[in-house]
């Protein structure tokens, strides 16, 4: 019952979000400051954890293909097929389930418990708009973190396979233009937009509705990351299933 | 003037706030007191509309707060001031961007006008050098003047305090509550406030309301307060040694 309990009250938090708008020069500025600290301030380890997955897949596929009838430009399609497919939209998400919800679920759980929630509210402001509107307008750019995501895999498959002698740069390059298939990327944004949404509003209701103090702070973005990543790989499931299969 | 009605709140069916009724009244510092637990800051919550009430009414100059009446709710909320426990500043923003945010919210005021209005509310406060510092750079007491300011840069009707004091050293305790006490008079509001501190009651307690268990058990001034023969009041005031040392040199004399 306390499953359809959080079910019901996280829809009526995003009924409330989207009600009694803030001031638009104030939501102004805190869509800003949201796309600094969500989508700016993700940029690096975003980098970061996309090349290095693309070099590992590129790997991985070329240890598993050393039959010699197999055809060179094997490895850039495998690499950019997972890289696109699945490693950039749903592997950064659950990445960043970590960095971002955590960050989210944080802020706003501290702002429970010392009460700037309440004043938010004793002066009329809605307090689910004012934080939580911000966050989904400032994930709406996430696809462009997706996209650096897919470039740099792809890149990093590159100089991993290239240089460690395990394809040619030329089979590389024929291999991820071989069989492109557009709705492919419909497909990755589609479910990159589905996720951004998750992002936003599972770790700010566990923020939102978390009561205690410091220890329950860390326990709430605990439980979030464990939530907002489930809930990205049954919605990856979900998708995948109406999409592609 | 805040009215109420019979007013119950329950957790759990546990009863927090049992059929309260109060008046609490325009130009008038007036005191919840009570032991800790005792349901003074539930109380406070369900007369701001923090928290909804199971039974009973409370009304703003006559007028139901009705927190489903968004029109009413809105216009109602711009005339309360709110000082909390832990000051309930926001981290982000520096004091001055504290104190001029409701004003942000509120008004159609031009930038220097906003800031014009914080800087006079920061003088009444007497807060100096402490525009462009964050709150956590800050110190308790001058937190807590900020929330005082911030309250009351919209010239509210109402104004709430959770324990403005608590976490003060007496002196800068003394300060806050004369503080608040003079504001009530000057700005000719309707002040609540949520205390223990006896200190408080005989600084600033025009009207002191008593609760036990989530009732109201006593109401008086502060004056009377120290004449009562009410067991369970006499414990609470004459719990530290001091007062019953007053008590007794009263006596005495």
């Known amino acids: 019952m306390k499953f359809f309990f959080h079910i019901g009250r996280y829809f009526l938090m995003i009924k409330y979000t989207f009600t009694k708008f803030t001031k638009w020069s104030v939501l102004k500025k805190l869509i800003f400051q949201e796309i600094d600290d969500l989508i700016l301030g993700s940029i690096g380890i975003v980098a970061f954890m996309s090349f290095l997955i693309g070099g590992v897949v590129a790997i991985q596929t070329a240890l598993a293909i050393e039959n010699p009838f197999l055809p060179g430009n094997l490895i850039g399609f495998a690499t950019r097929q997972s890289v696109i497919l699945e490693f950039a939209p749903t592997l950064i998400s659950i990445i960043m389930a970590g960095k971002v919800g955590s960050f989210i679920t944080s802020s706003i759980g501290t702002m429970r418990v010392t009460e700037q929630i309440d004043a938010l509210e004793v002066m009329g402001i809605n307090s689910f708009n004012y934080l939580i509107f911000p966050k989904i307008i400032s994930l709406l750019l996430y696809p462009f973190l997706i996209t650096l995501a897919m470039f740099l895999g792809i890149l990093g498959g590159y100089v991993a396979s290239v240089y460690a002698g395990f394809s040619t740069s030329f089979d590389f390059i024929q291999g991820i233009q071989l069989d492109f298939q557009v709705f492919h990327i419909v497909y990755t944004y589609s479910k990159t937009m589905l996720f951004a949404f998750v992002l936003a509003t599972i770790p700010a209701y566990h923020g939102f509705y978390m009561r205690g103090g410091a220890l329950e702070v860390g326990k709430a973005s605990n439980i979030s990351f464990v939530w907002t990543s489930s809930v990205i790989i049954i919605l990856n499931f979900i998708v995948t299933q109406l999409l592609l299969a | ?253």
């Open chain 2, 1 to 253: 003037m805040i009215t109420v009605n019979n007013i119950s709140k329950s957790f759990d069916n546990i009863k927090i706030i049992n059929d309260v009724s109060a008046v609490f009244d325009k130009g008038k510092t007036n005191l919840i007191i009570g032991q800790s637990g005792s349901g003074k800051t539930v109380l406070m919550k369900c007369l701001l509309g923090l928290l909804d009430i199971d039974h009973g009414e409370i009304l703003y100059n006559g007028k139901k707060f009705d927190k489903d009446n968004i029109s009413t709710i809105s216009h109602l909320r711009k005339q309360i001031g709110m000082v909390f426990q832990g000051s309930a500043l926001f981290d982000s923003m520096s004091v001055l961007e504290n104190i001029i945010f409701p004003l942000r919210m509120f008004s159609d005021n031009t930038d220097s006008e906003m800031i014009n209005r914080a800087k006079e509310v920061i003088n009444r406060v007497d807060l100096k050098d402490v525009d462009n510092k964050f709150p956590s750079e800050i110190s308790g007491g001058m937190r807590k003047r900020v929330a005082i300011a911030r309250a009351i840069v919209l010239n509210p009707k109402y104004l709430f305090c959770d324990e403005p004091n608590s976490g003060l050293d007496p002196k800068t305790a003394i300060i806050i509550d004369k503080l608040i006490k003079e504001i009530t008079i000057e700005y000719d509001i309707t002040t609540v406030i949520n205390t223990h501190d006896m200190n408080s009651v005989m600084e600033i307690g025009d009207k002191i309301i008593f609760l036990v268990e989530g009732k109201k058990i006593w109401e008086g001034t502060n004056t009377e307060i120290l004449d009562t023969d009410d067991q369970m009041i006499n414990d609470f005031v004459y719990s530290s040694e001091l007062f019953k040392k007053v008590k007794l040199a009263q006596k005495k004399n």
